[in-house]
């Protein structure tokens, strides 16, 4: 050969399966020829062991839990697979030497990855999902099955959204110093839940669950906090102005 200038060429691969061998799965001769300045050949093989699976290699995903600290929320829109189950892109992938393994069918590997979800439904206020990830490999004919549960919890923290009605200015009726006021319902709306009870804080009284109402309110300028509260007790609060106004000329009496 003259070492000035080699042209080393891939020319293919051959598979050869290694059935029911502890510790490979199949090798793959690969063939190359060497092509040297002159136009001379030499073809080599190189022989490549492909590993079998090994489960010690595995990273299953993480729990996403309350108590974790990284839980799912209601009001994100997370993407959904096919089947209507969270994608697990949002949720986590097992991982095989630090590679994202996405369900499906990996030939090379005679592996199929895939998952099932369990549904509990609502549980105090959190969805809890039971993910049930399977790892298959097909090795001697038979069907070796890995398999990991995965944790979701979605919870409900975020509290609904809450509208006063508009600031008012009133007069008391003549001879008072006070005035009967109705106070108008506030409007809240919720991602995740239904609104169960408004409560209203006014100066020197409380409306226990009601969305407004009749109250007595001296001259002078007050603030009336709503609050509202979802299925799981989240709260939110508004305050309005509303100002009590004399506006009753006086009586002379002579």
Not at 117 to 145: A, H, P, Y
Not at 183 to 205: E, F, H, M, Q, W
Not at 222 to 233: F, P, Q
Request: proline letters at 7%; aromatic letters at 10%.
């Amino acid at each position: 050969f003259d070492s000035s200038e080699i042209d080393l060429t891939f020319i293919n691969d051959v598979i050869h399966p290694l059935n029911c061998d502890p510790d490979f799965l199949k090798t793959m001769v690969r063939t190359w020829v060497a092509t040297d300045g002159s136009g001379r050949t030499a073809q080599c093989d190189q022989t490549i062991f492909i590993s079998r699976f090994d489960t010690a290699n595995v990273t299953w995903p993480e729990n996403h839990t309350e108590a974790g600290g990284n839980p799912l929320v209601c009001d994100v829109d997370y993407d959904l697979d096919g089947d209507g189950a969270i994608d697990p892109m949002f949720t986590g992938l097992p991982l095989y030497n630090g590679r994202p393994l996405e369900p499906g069918h990996y030939p090379e590997c005679n592996l199929f990855v895939d998952f099932e979800d369990i549904d509990f439904g609502l549980i105090s206020c959190r969805r809890k999902i039971m993910r049930m990830w399977r790892i298959q490999e097909w090795w001697c004919n038979t069907d070796i099955v890995f398999s990991s549960p995965q944790i979701i919890e979605i919870i409900d923290s975020t509290g609904p959204t809450i509208i006063c009605p508009a600031d008012v200015t009133i007069s008391t009726t003549p001879g008072d110093c006070d005035a009967d006021v109705y106070l108008p319902p506030a409007v809240a709306t919720d991602d995740c839940s239904n609104i169960i009870r408004y409560d209203v804080k006014y100066p020197g009284g409380f409306l226990l669950d009601q969305n407004g109402g009749v109250v007595n309110l001296p001259v002078g300028v007050h603030t009336i906090t709503y609050i509202a509260y979802d299925e799981c007790l989240n709260r939110d609060t508004c305050d309005m102005t509303l100002t009590v106004l004399d506006q009753t000329a006086p009586v002379a009496v002579c």
